[in-house]
């Protein structure tokens, strides 16, 4: 007998097998005169695999404990079922309770709201919808991991606790040992001076870039944002390539095809979950998918989209003017109704830009971008760094920034400068889009928003 087999490699076997053994919970039990139907899922796949027990079987005694939530492990026949809309089920000669679960467990078999699950995110993996989601989110995170290693990128950690602001102007958590007046007395804190958690990895990957070329990050970033929206969390995890020898023509490339990877790697590899997600989700998930993948990305210069979406004749809720911010209105415009293809925006002003994004030949604008896909928005932001010593310095000047809190960047214009270049993309919002998935706070195992901390 197997010590533990995964339910999807049985419902996917293609013929009978004796002496399985499978260990999950109990989603439902239905009971009819001399047995009982249990719907069991150990989380490897959306399907449940349905166990029947025959009430007079000695193995068997204790069935009428195992109800909804409980844990069993259950040996038997895998054999075909005369029931229609499944070809196995498992005939029980064992069974055995594992963890009972009481009549007050929260997931019992009726609708249950989104807002109601984040309150028990402990046990919402076991619904149909999260256990879809975070299976997802594991295959995807493989699949970045595989886009960059085949290219010969290498994986660098970079710090949670960093004493650099990469925004320049972000909003930070601040990490400290002392209590009182901090700010009076930085010399006397853990790290000597005043450090945060990191909003990005980009500069530490910048460093590595200089001395491997191709390198990228994937870990938990956080901003100490006071937003309440579907699209903002205070934790959340970054994929930040970093390439040197590239000019922004090469960023933009790298950034749609990861982009149109990861959106077929979705369509190949969540193809159970994906099909869940059209039924119950969003109906349109896998259209959006096809039209990423298939679809050229169109470029055009921020002043560009900035005349279309004025002549466009459409009332947006923001004001579209030369200067500011495009919105996911305004992206969504030019994605679904103007090109009706993905599209790439780049050359933005240098007023409404970082530090460290490159200064074009006209003094004006910036060689940064960013990458607009249907239903989101913008989904990538990047830019080719500015690799020269004296612009980097009067960037830093203008910004209101002090050289000396960035020495270390700035010793890399020093010492063997190069053009490079690079972007950030929140795997979150890579979720939000693959999946149709409207919150953030349901793409994440345990969110962390303004007012909750909780798990």
């Not at 958590?173 to 006397?188: K, Q």
């Not at 979705?266 to 989700?281: H, N, P, S, V, Y």
């Not at 993905?342 to 960013?370: C, H, Q, S, W």
């Amino acid at each position: 007998m197997a010590t533990y087999t995964l339910i999807r490699h049985l419902l996917a076997s293609d013929q009978p097998r004796p002496e399985v053994l499978v260990r999950g919970w109990v989603r439902t039990r239905r009971d009819l005169k001399g047995c009982s139907f249990l719907a069991v899922n150990d989380g490897s796949c959306l399907s449940h695999l349905q166990v029947v027990l025959d009430h007079q079987a000695p193995g068997c005694a204790g069935w009428n404990q195992m109800s909804t939530g409980s844990s069993v492990e259950i040996a038997g026949d895998l054999v075909e079922s005369p029931a229609p809309g499944q070809r196995w089920e498992l005939q029980a000669r064992q069974a055995r309770l594992v963890g009972p679960a009481g009549p007050d467990y929260p997931l019992q078999k009726k609708g249950h709201s989104l807002e109601f699950l984040r309150e028990i995110a402990h046990l919402r993996p076991r619904t149909n919808l999260f256990g879809a989601v975070f299976r997802t989110r594991s295959r995807l995170a493989h699949a970045v991991h595989r886009f960059f290693q085949e290219r010969d990128f290498i994986y660098v950690h970079t710090p949670i606790i960093t004493t650099s602001d990469c925004e320049g102007a972000g909003e930070l958590f601040r990490v400290t040992t002392l209590r009182g007046d901090i700010d009076a007395r930085p010399g006397e804190d853990f790290f000597g001076k005043p450090a945060y958690l990191t909003v990005s990895g980009q500069l530490e990957a910048e460093a590595f870039a200089c001395a491997l070329t191709r390198v990228y990050t994937f870990g938990p970033t956080f901003r100490a944002e006071n937003s309440n929206t579907s699209r903002h969390a205070a934790e959340f995890w970054m994929i930040e390539p970093e390439m040197a020898f590239c000019d922004l023509e090469g960023d933009m490339a790298l950034a749609e095809a990861f982009v149109k990877a990861l959106a077929r790697a979705m369509r190949e590899e969540c193809a159970e979950d994906l099909d869940f997600f059209e039924r119950f989700i969003d109906r349109d998930v896998k259209a959006r998918l096809d039209f990423v993948i298939e679809r050229p990305f169109q470029r055009l210069p921020y002043a560009e989209a900035i005349e279309i979406l004025q002549r466009s004749g459409r009332r947006f809720e923001h004001p579209v003017e030369y200067g500011r911010n495009l919105q996911s209105e305004h992206e969504r415009h030019l994605t679904e109704q103007h090109f009706k293809a993905p599209v790439t925006v780049f050359n933005y002003p240098r007023e409404i830009k970082p530090f460290y994004m490159r200064l074009n030949d006209d003094g004006r604008t910036v060689a940064a971008m960013d990458v607009l896909v249907p239903g989101i928005g913008e989904i990538i932001g990047g830019s080719q760094r500015e690799e020269r010593l004296d612009q980097l310095q009067a960037n830093l000047r203008a910004q209101g920034l002090k050289e000396e809190d960035y020495w270390w960047y700035v010793d890399l214009r020093r010492f063997g400068s190069v053009p490079h270049a690079g972007f950030g993309l929140g795997f979150e919002r890579l979720l939000m889009f693959l999946t149709g998935v409207g919150n953030i706070r349901d793409v994440i195992p345990f969110a962390r928003t303004p007012g909750n901390a909780e798990f």
